[in-house]
């Protein structure tokens, strides 16, 4: 093993996205040495995407906001099923967190008289949103990578991925990583890990992800014993682009709609209005007049007192509501509803508001978003369970394994609102950094590593250099089984869908378990795409697994042989561990809300 | 048809064009041609990505010559009969195929002397109009490609890395200079150690950048007025001279 690079932290941070930068720089603010590990180069990680916003109840835009309506808005987007402590922690502390971002250098749109401006997004009831034009992700990123550069006592690998978490009996003593430029192991000990490395949307072939989304922590945290939960419930954003095929499942922003975007069919219809759930029949616009008035009321900078327009009910709602039209003959030509703006605002809004939807758009689809609609359908985008953590301090089920962002699961239940991943980030990143440097201060003795578990690994991880001949090719198998899920478990889910997807994932991890690459270690995509592979494969049983369980539809999780929510469920997460070689599933009881907050859920504020 | 792809396969040591036809459809953008390289005919051929959205500037590289994002270059704005040429960036060290190693960005951004914000009101919290924070919002849309670095003389020709930041930084430089609550003078870091008299203004920066951010008139200019007006005014010298206060820090 001293044949490896090696180094030793307090606190291993394994991701650089918002939340791992977030919890970089509290676990070094409490003195901690850490570690920040990054798939792709600083600042690139997926929050760099995040277009809309984020969410925090400032009430700077509209003062009836405060953290109860907060809290009620994304427990009821959750459709109940939100870990409650955590949305509660959420809602109250985000507006600090967003405040603080201000104190170190980020710059939000303003408001006539100076403070932060808000917008709408479909399930806040309230302008809600943060937000700079529609690069809000690019914002946060920056400015918590500046501030954690200039954070005494973190050091950052770019370009370097985990492969293994390494324990020592029960608890967390550290990774084993290989860098990307030269294909070179790294053994990192380790008091605590706190994995931040955010989704699982590469085992999808429509979906708005980068490479990097391939379920690494989920995969990482089972393999170590950790507790997944809520992995049935897959956010498909209801706004991608459709055409041309080249940009097929990038992401159309929230705030399109946010903004007074409508959707249309084929007919022209504004389809939305046959779709509005029971539960929010009474906060939407059941006319096109009153759906009017609310845009008109939001752009005079006015509180509205119109009722929103549908098309701003929850990703759920809408991306179930366009695939239903487009199954039903009533989609764009190439599958999709038309999103239109243009009709809407002034094209000098557009622009100013959506730079980049507007240039998106230009270049990649030959479309002017100020003259015309846009095409646009369900891409696979997020999801809302993870890894099982405890609200206050982000702690897995492992000792030392802590976990935040989109990798951790509770706060968003069954469907996530936008822009509450963003503040998401930033809470629990904290949480996550506080948690990882209390646990790894009470640590004592040495975290110690066993040689021969590295070994083991590293040649593991070695093994499609050794295969010779007829092997499988890595890319090959990685769009098969993104075909498969996207076909098995996609939107709709059947009983024997899932079924066949559980036999297809044996194949797959059969023709994984051949795959040969070429070339040498040193940044060579083949290799690191067929190490990926194994965590693919893993996260996609666990989510096709946890969605046979679940036996009824809730939120973004639809059965088509239990179309409704069934009380049972409701108090229950599906949870997947590892016993052994094999995937087990258990229900597990949710917390029952305090009576308190359920007043506040059930609409006092 | 297919389009004939001429990609540099090598690292610092050596390396040469190969060719590979990739079949062509609606929309394709050169990256999207790399990828079906890598997924049928070399899959260790190395290159950057992230977001294929213009939004995360990784997929920096030189077309036919040009530093693009591969991501937005559409492939039907080439003759479709010549083969499409592409670089890794010239500026920077080649690691290996389409990537190089930026890691001097890094160091430089490190150096920079932080934001530094005046004293919030009594609530915490700051006020700021948004007309004055317009233009430094146009720094902060900057992605990171380091398309600009690449294609700066003084970095790419002069290989002046040890004495100029580049215009990114310069970039962001005015972002913290001309942010409304930052209180911090990076007069001297900017003349001593960014070394912002080696640019003469020649805008190629400019040209290339994807994000259209005006580098060399709303940043690099003002900069170097900042620069002058502190070091260089004579009378601003005889005014310090006469008061005793020294050259700002």
């Known amino acids: 093993m001293d044949r490896?690079?090696?180094?030793?932290?307090?606190?291993?941070?394994?991701?650089?996205?918002?939340?791992?930068?977030?919890?970089?720089?509290?676990?070094?603010?409490?003195?901690?040495?850490?570690?920040?590990?990054?798939?792709?180069?600083?600042?690139?990680?997926?929050?760099?995407?995040?277009?809309?916003?984020?969410?925090?109840?400032?009430?700077?835009?509209?003062?009836?906001?405060?953290?109860?309506?907060?809290?009620?808005?994304?427990?009821?987007?959750?459709?109940?099923?939100?870990?409650?402590?955590?949305?509660?922690?959420?809602?109250?502390?985000?507006?600090?967190?967003?405040?603080?971002?201000?104190?170190?250098?980020?710059?939000?749109?303003?408001?006539?008289?100076?403070?932060?401006?808000?917008?709408?997004?479909?399930?806040?009831?309230?302008?809600?949103?943060?937000?700079?034009?529609?690069?809000?992700?690019?914002?946060?990123?920056?400015?918590?990578?500046?501030?954690?550069?200039?954070?005494?006592?973190?050091?950052?690998?770019?370009?370097?991925?985990?492969?293994?978490?390494?324990?020592?009996?029960?608890?967390?003593?550290?990774?084993?990583?290989?860098?990307?430029?030269?294909?070179?192991?790294?053994?990192?000990?380790?008091?605590a890990v706190v994995l931040a490395t955010g989704g699982i949307?590469?085992?999808?072939?429509?979906?708005?992800?980068?490479?990097?989304?391939?379920?690494?922590?989920?995969?990482?945290?089972?393999?170590?014993?950790?507790?997944?939960?809520?992995?049935?419930?897959?956010?498909?954003?209801?706004?991608?682009?459709?055409?041309?095929?080249?940009?097929?499942g990038i992401l159309v922003t929230e705030g399109v709609r946010g903004e007074g975007g409508v959707l249309k069919n084929s007919k022209g219809e504004r389809f939305m209005f046959r779709y509005v759930p029971e539960m929010f029949k009474k906060d939407f616009a059941d006319t096109e007049a009153e759906a009017n008035r609310w845009v008109e009321e939001v752009i005079a900078g006015r509180k509205a007192e119109a009722r929103r327009p549908p098309e701003l009910l929850t990703r759920d709602v809408v991306a179930r509501a366009i695939a239903q039209e487009v199954r039903e003959g009533r989609g764009s030509p190439h599958g999709g509803a038309f999103l239109d703006i243009a009709s809407r605002r002034r094209p000098e809004d557009i622009r100013k508001k959506l730079p980049s939807m507007y240039q998106q758009f230009h270049?990649?689809?030959?479309?002017?978003?100020?003259?015309?609609?846009?095409?646009?359908?369900?891409?696979?985008?997020?999801?809302?369970?993870?890894?099982?953590?405890?609200?206050?301090?982000?702690?897995?089920?492992?000792?030392?394994?802590?976990?935040?962002?989109?990798?951790?699961?509770?706060?968003?239940?069954?469907?996530?609102?936008?822009?509450?991943?963003?503040?998401?980030?930033?809470?629990?990143?904290?949480?996550?950094?506080?948690?990882?440097?209390?646990?790894?201060?009470?640590?004592?003795?040495?975290?110690?590593?066993?040689?021969?578990?590295?070994e083991a690994a590293a040649a593991e991880l070695l093994a499609p250099f050794e295969r010779t001949g007829g092997g499988e090719n890595p890319y090959a198998v990685q769009e098969a089984l993104q075909d498969m899920m996207g076909t098995y478990v996609g939107i709709a889910r059947k009983e024997d869908d899932l079924r066949t997807a559980l036999a297809e994932l044996e194949q797959l991890r059969a023709r994984a378990a051949r795959v040969v690459v070429e070339g040498n270690r040193q940044y060579n995509p083949g290799w690191n795409t067929a190490i990926d592979l194994k965590n693919l494969l893993t996260v996609s049983e666990a989510v096709t697994r946890a969605a046979l369980e679940r036996r009824e539809s809730r939120g973004a999780h639809m059965r088509v042989e239990y179309p409704d929510s069934d009380k049972r469920f409701g108090t229950v997460d599906v949870i997947v561990r590892r016993q052994g070689e094999r995937m087990t599933v258990v229900q597990g009881p949710i917390a029952p809300l305090p009576d308190e907050l359920r007043r506040v859920v059930e609409g006092e504020a | 048809?297919?389009?004939?792809?001429?990609?540099?396969?090598?690292?610092?040591?050596?390396?040469?064009?190969?060719?590979?036809?990739?079949?062509?459809?609606?929309?394709?953008?050169?990256?999207?041609?790399?990828?079906?390289?890598?997924?049928?005919?070399?899959?260790?051929?190395?290159?950057?990505?992230?977001?294929?959205?213009?939004?995360?500037?990784?997929?920096?590289?030189?077309?036919?010559?040009?530093?693009?994002?591969?991501?937005?270059?559409?492939?039907?704005?080439?003759?479709?009969?010549?083969?499409?040429?592409?670089?890794?960036?010239?500026?920077?060290?080649?690691?290996?195929?389409?990537?190089?190693?930026?890691?001097?960005?890094?160091?430089?951004?490190?150096?920079?002397?932080?934001?530094?914000?005046?004293?919030?009101?009594?609530?915490?919290?700051?006020?700021?109009?948004?007309?004055?924070?317009?233009?430094?919002?146009?720094?902060?849309?900057?992605?990171?490609?380091?398309l600009c670095q690449d294609v700066c003389h003084v970095l790419r020709d002069h290989e002046r890395t040890d004495a100029f930041a580049g215009p990114r930084f310069l970039v962001r430089i005015a972002s913290l200079e001309m942010h409304p609550l930052d209180v911090a003078s990076r007069s001297?870091?900017?003349?001593?150690q960014a070394g912002i008299g080696y640019c003469n203004i020649t805008k190629c920066c400019t040209e290339v950048c994807p994000e259209s951010i005006h580098i060399t008139d709303n940043a690099i200019i003002p900069l170097k007025e900042r620069v002058v007006d502190d070091f260089y005014d004579p009378v601003r010298r005889v005014w310090r001279w006469i008061t005793g206060r020294g050259a700002p820090a």
Request: net charge neutral; with cysteine.
């Open chain 1, 4 to 191: 490896y690079e090696s180094h030793t932290y307090d606190v291993l941070v394994v991701g650089a996205g918002g939340a791992g930068l977030r919890a970089a720089i509290e676990a070094a603010a409490e003195g901690c040495s850490v570690g920040l590990v990054c798939k792709s180069l600083l600042g690139k990680a997926h929050t760099v995407m995040a277009e809309g916003g984020v969410a925090a109840a400032l009430a700077t835009t509209d003062s009836r906001d405060s953290w109860k309506v907060h809290f009620r808005d994304t427990m009821r987007g959750g459709k109940l099923l939100n870990d409650w402590r955590m949305a509660q922690i959420h809602a109250q502390e985000a507006p600090a967190r967003v405040n603080e971002l201000e104190a170190w250098g980020a710059l939000f749109d303003r408001t006539p008289d100076g403070r932060i401006l808000q917008r709408n997004f479909g399930g806040h009831q309230y302008p809600r949103l943060a937000h700079v034009g529609d690069r809000t992700g690019l914002e946060m990123i920056r400015t918590l990578q500046d501030k954690t550069v200039h954070s005494p006592g973190v050091d950052v690998y770019m370009e370097c991925t985990i492969a293994r978490l390494l324990k020592d009996g029960e608890r967390i003593a550290g990774a084993l990583a290989y860098r990307r430029d030269s294909g070179r192991f790294i053994v990192f000990r380790t008091k």
């Open chain 2, 188 to 192: 001297r870091y900017l003349k001593d």
């Open chain 1, 363 to 454: 270049e990649l689809a030959d479309v002017d978003i100020t003259r015309d609609a846009m095409e646009v359908g369900p891409t696979t985008h997020y999801v809302m369970g993870g890894v099982r953590v405890d609200p206050e301090s982000q702690a897995a089920t492992v000792p030392g394994l802590f976990a935040a962002g989109e990798v951790g699961g509770g706060l968003h239940g069954a469907n996530r609102l936008g822009g509450n991943s963003l503040s998401d980030l930033l809470v629990f990143g904290r949480r996550a950094g506080m948690g990882a440097a209390a646990y790894a201060k009470a640590f004592r003795g040495e975290p110690r590593i066993e040689t021969a578990e590295v």
């Open chain 2, 1 to 146: 048809m297919d389009a004939l792809l001429r990609i540099f396969r090598g690292d610092r040591e050596a390396g040469a064009f190969r060719d590979y036809p990739v079949p062509q459809h609606e929309g394709m953008v050169v990256l999207d041609a790399v990828h079906w390289v890598q997924a049928h005919l070399a899959s260790d051929l190395a290159c950057r990505w992230n977001c294929k959205a213009g939004r995360c500037g990784s997929c920096s590289a030189e077309v036919n010559g040009r530093p693009r994002l591969m991501c937005m270059t559409r492939m039907d704005q080439f003759p479709p009969d010549q083969p499409i040429t592409i670089a890794p960036m010239k500026a920077f060290p080649v690691i290996k195929d389409l990537v190089t190693d930026v890691s001097w960005n890094y160091e430089v951004n490190k150096r920079i002397p932080p934001f530094q914000p005046k004293p919030p009101e009594a609530d915490g919290t700051w006020r700021m109009q948004q007309a004055d924070i317009d233009r430094v919002q146009e720094f902060r849309k900057c992605i990171e490609c380091f």
């Open chain 1, 201 to 248: 949307g590469r085992a999808y072939k429509v979906n708005s992800n980068s490479w990097e989304y391939t379920g690494d922590g989920q995969a990482l945290a089972y393999e170590a014993g950790a507790d997944l939960m809520g992995m049935e419930f897959v956010q498909f954003h209801p706004t991608g682009m459709v055409w041309p095929l080249s940009v097929r």
